[in-house]
Structure formats: C-alpha cells, structure tokens
C-alpha cells in the first residue's frame, strides 16, 4: 500500500471549515483514499473514501488531485466535537489490512 | 444504528495470563478484524478473519494469539501467557465486501488491557 504523509498538528476555529491535507504521491491507480478519525482513543471512526472522483457525505467531503498524489479532507463547519486525530490510509480494494500513520491532531478552538 | 460491540472494556490481568476479549461485530457483516493500539502509538494491524478461517495476519500475531468466532455472533482473540508488551488497546472492526471496498472498517469502542 501507498504511504501517506500528514501533518502532525493543525488548529481550527470553531464553526470554520477545517480543511485537512494528505500526501500519497505513490498512490496506484487500484488503491482507494480512505479518511478515518479517532477521538481520544476510541474506537476509529470511518468518515469517507473515494477512488478518483471528489466525494461528499454528511460528515466530510474529499478532495482529489487530478493526478491522484495528494487529497483534502474537509469538514465543512468544524465543532468541538471534531478534535481528534485524523488518519488518511492509502488501501487497495480487498485488502484486509488497513496500515495506519501518525495521523494530523485537529484542534477545534472556540 | 448497528454497531460492533467488545467486552471487557478493560481488563486488568497478571503477567502469564490468558485473556480472552470478546466482540460482538455487526450482524450482516462478513469480514472481522483485530488491531491494537499501545499507548500513545499507532493503530496496528493483527489479524482479519473471513469464512471461519484467518485471511491475513501480522508479524504481530504470533503463536501467542488466536481467534475464533465459536458461534454465529460472537469474534474473540485469545491471547495466551500475556506479556508486559501486551498491555494496549484491542479494536475489534467487521466491514462486509459486497460491492464496498473492504477498507470501509467499523469499529468497535476497544477494550483495554493491563498486563501487571
């Protein structure tokens, strides 16, 4: 699977959309961008996935490079509730096993 | 909304022991997974299981693990004579394959292990 590069921290201000980077410039053409959060050690939360093609659901839309090497997740109005860490995994289809990174700390501040 | 649910939330165990934490995955799923998480490290691949077999498993699942889903609900991973090492945060995940990637896990709220 692709490696993905984050950065380690970002701040938000409240009600602002938080608008969260992913580099995978080594990404292959079968391998989907999938975009999990963890708030404070629980259980990882699935928010979206898309292959090549901008998605957007009731939590998060993601964006897409043409090329494919780098993705945006973002949150259109963060809250509070959105400070977690943010994991963006890089993973073929059928593929049992998701590797996961660092992942970006995001901050929501009043 | 359905949900994975784990058992203990935690368990406090003395070195040697064995464990044996227990999920409960969503009812339709087909594919179950175990990760675990040290403290303050990574979320880290164990083992995924499909069809009552294993389909893949880490370097971390050694001979020290196993799992076994005993009945039509339940998924456990037993872990045999625990170490220090194993003390960590245990995620059960189930997704299921019909025509949605695999990489679309549900997790379960985790169930946290102390090795004494």
């Known amino acids: 699977d692709a490696k993905t590069t984050q950065p380690t921290s970002m701040d938000c201000a409240e009600g602002r959309a938080a608008n969260l980077p992913c580099n995978h410039s080594?990404?292959?053409?079968?391998?989907?961008v999938y975009w999990y959060r963890q708030i404070h050690s629980q259980g990882p939360q699935y928010i979206i996935h898309?292959?090549?093609?901008?998605e957007t659901n009731e939590m998060a839309s993601l964006i897409i490079t043409e090329d494919r090497k780098s993705s945006t997740l973002i949150l259109p109005h963060a809250t509070l509730r959105d400070t977690a860490v943010y994991y963006c995994?890089?993973?073929?289809?059928?593929?049992?096993?998701?590797?996961w990174g660092a992942g970006t700390k995001l901050i929501i501040k009043p | 909304e359905p949900e994975v649910t784990q058992t203990p939330s935690h368990q406090v165990t003395q070195m040697g022991q064995e464990v044996i934490l227990r999920c409960v995955p969503i009812?339709?799923?087909?594919?179950f997974y175990w990760y675990r998480q040290i403290l303050g490290q990574k979320v880290e691949f164990l083992v995924s299981?499909?069809?009552?077999?294993?389909?893949?498993k880490s370097e971390i699942f050694d001979d020290q693990f196993s799992v076994e889903r005993p009945d039509g609900s339940n998924f456990t991973l037993k872990i045999r004579s625990t170490k220090l090492e194993d003390s960590a945060m245990y995620f059960c995940?189930?997704?299921?394959?019909?025509?949605?990637?695999?990489?679309?896990?549900?997790f379960g709220e985790g169930s946290r292990l102390t090795v004494l």
């Open positions: 009812s339709n799923h087909l594919y």
């Open positions: 995994i890089a993973a073929k289809d059928s593929n049992y096993q998701l590797i």
């Open positions: 299981f499909y069809n009552n077999e294993i389909s893949e």
């Open positions: 898309g292959l090549k093609n901008n």
């Open positions: 995940a189930s997704s299921w394959p019909l025509g949605v990637p695999t990489g679309e896990l549900f």
């Open positions: 080594t990404i292959s053409g079968n391998e989907y």
